[in-house]
């Protein structure tokens, strides 16, 4: 079952929101709407996350991705639509009931750090907590667990002042930690930091990600940010999701020309992998260790360069498991990059680095020819 579930999701602000869907159900757009003095923020979003996913909402300034992450968590009612919740449709909870699948299931962290100056820091991260009716001894416990977690032991009996912009967003990841829901909404939670700070913040998330394994609806405007932290990727513009897919996937196949020109900017070859780009092989090939080194299905198409640079025509594809389950060709990375002449500078600036290493600094020898590293077990 997925964790979250949008289904034709409206929000509209003003006269006669009723109205103004059947509107635009009929094929009305935003602006006829707002000529009447009706603004549509979310028009007919659907979407699921499934457990354990990251999933990003990206737009740009007034898309409607912040008002469409308040209705997930029911800080705002939707005009039309529903949301499932493990099953359950939050949009038609009692307010009590809402009040505790907010406070125990669904923790939110803010942009603007939201902490309370005149509380310690691990005070802060145990503030849910204590709106659950935690214990305080247990509630410190859980609390401190959390900053540990976050890369702030040792700043427990700190003043929120006292730390960088980046720690005190830290405080707010822990607090949601802290309480243990299963899902957590982030709205722009990094963009008020530094992008050196903003990019450790990244880091940190997808670090705890891989033990924590939650789920995760996270909102930006940064397109690169989105491509690196999700596992979906939803387009909003307009109040309208216009593409949902891998990072990946609305790369190599933009829906629309907007969505083209939105990511035409992206660095692909940190973006795209080699499981992405690569022929896939029958099952019972395999490939000679000595001739080519393989890499996994996960391994960004930027790291292929320098094997390709020493004359490697063919890269090997593994899984988890070791086994062979595709190949990639020179040409299959310079056709899947938007920018080849970038990409040929990047191959000969990889081929003087080998010859470098290699105490031939002098000449850069050609690229050799060597055999394919593929080849059947037969």
Known sequence: ?????????????????????????????????????????????????????????????????????????????????????????????????????????????????????????????????????????????????????????????????????????????????????????????????????????????????KTLKKTIVFITHDLNEAMRLGDQIAVMRDGRIVQTGTGEDILIRPANDYVRRFVEDVDRSRVLTAGSIMEKVAADAAFDEEDASSVSTETPVAELFAALAEGTTEIPVTDDDGDLVGVVAREKVLSALADEAQIEAQLEAGIEAAAVLGGMKDTVPAPRTTEKAVKSDA
């Open 1 to 209: 079952m997925s964790r979250l579930q949008a289904e034709h999701l409206y929000k509209v602000f003003g006269r006669r929101p009723d109205d103004a869907v059947r509107k635009l159900e009929a094929g009305a757009d935003r602006d006829e709407l707002r000529a009447e003095g009706t603004t549509a923020a979310v028009i007919d979003a659907s979407f699921t996350v499934e457990p354990g996913q990251i999933f990003v909402v990206m737009g740009l300034s007034g898309s409607g991705k912040s008002t469409l992450l308040r209705m997930l968590n029911g800080l705002l009612e939707p005009t039309a639509g529903r949301v499932l919740f493990d099953g359950d449709d939050i949009t038609h909870l009692s307010p009590k009931k809402l009040r505790e699948v907010r406070s125990k299931k669904i923790s939110m962290v803010f942009q603007h750090f939201a902490l309370f100056p005149h509380r310690s820091v691990v005070e802060n991260a145990a503030y849910g907590l204590e709106v659950q009716g935690v214990a305080k001894e247990e509630r410190l416990k859980r609390a401190t667990e959390a900053l540990e977690l976050c890369g702030l032991k040792g700043w427990e009996k700190s003043w929120p002042d006292e730390l960088s912009g980046g720690m005190q967003q830290r405080v707010g990841l822990a607090r949601a930690l802290a309480t243990d829901a299963d899902l957590l909404l982030m709205d722009e939670s990094f963009s008020a930091l530094d992008p050196l700070i903003r990019r450790d913040m990244q880091d940190q998330l997808l670090e705890l990600q």
